[in-house]
């Protein structure tokens, strides 16, 4: 098991089919602010009144804070030969004596519909129920971001409830008419565990079969 200790001197790559998942570099942070001024990719992402550029900068100050005390693992998401990040995936709210955490993911908008974030998302589960010892991940989403909410589902994680009317800020200045339901998702490891030797039974009998 991998240790916050250990964790300090360095996150471990993770591969995928399609992907590297890789810690961020000082390098990376003009591709990160060039992506969260994109409106349409953190629409969903510290929402409130304030401009895009604002709620950017906001956001790219919260990564490099987190991870420097390690309360966040944030990944950069990378095509397989290519150093370029394309969306980050994270660890969220990272408590290592309670073995809890919170899942998240921004993708740029030219690999959206690709499954790319699923596919990030499910090593991400892994790694953390296998590497970080985790007994339970949960989700957020707004309601109406269906895209997000179908990785989750994809990914394995389970509905658990909704938190009506959600605010991140309330002094952003959010109103009645902009507050938005929020969806919340978890897995825990025995969900995990079981699913994927669910998978594996399904695997060998389909081969068994061809």
């Known amino acids: 098991?991998?240790?916050?200790?250990?964790?300090?001197q360095g996150l471990p790559a993770l591969w995928t089919e399609r992907l590297v998942l890789r810690s961020l570099r000082q390098s990376d942070y003009s591709t990160?602010?060039?992506?969260?001024?994109?409106?349409?990719v953190i629409r969903y992402v510290n929402r409130g009144s304030q401009p895009t550029p604002i709620r950017a900068r906001r956001l790219l100050n919260q990564i490099r804070s987190s991870s420097a005390k390690l309360d966040s693992l944030h990944y950069g998401i990378c095509?397989?030969?290519s150093e370029q990040i394309i969306?980050?995936?994270?660890?969220?709210?990272?408590?290592?004596?309670?073995?809890?955490?919170?899942?998240?993911?921004?993708l740029n908008r030219s690999c959206w519909g690709k499954g790319v974030a699923t596919e990030a998302v499910q090593r991400l589960l892994e790694f953390g129920f296998a590497e970080l010892n985790l007994c339970k991940v949960e989700a957020r989403c707004y309601e109406a971001n269906v895209s997000s909410e179908r990785v989750l589902c994809k990914s394995g994680m389970i509905y658990e409830r909704t938190l009506p009317s959600f605010v991140l800020?309330?002094?952003?200045?959010?109103?009645?008419d902009t507050l938005l339901d929020v969806k919340v998702y978890?897995?825990?490891r025995e969900q995990h565990v079981r699913s994927h030797w669910e998978n594996r039974l399904q695997t060998l009998v389909s081969d068994k079969h061809e």
């Open 1 to 8: 098991m991998l240790t916050r200790k250990m964790l300090g």
């Open 32 to 40: 990160l602010s060039e992506l969260f001024s994109d409106p349409q």
């Open 79 to 81: 095509w397989k030969g």
């Open 87 to 106: 969306g980050i995936t994270s660890f969220q709210h990272w408590n290592d004596q309670n073995g809890t955490a919170q899942i998240g993911y921004i």
């Open 169 to 176: 800020n309330h002094e952003d200045g959010e109103t009645p």
């Open 186 to 188: 978890s897995l825990y």
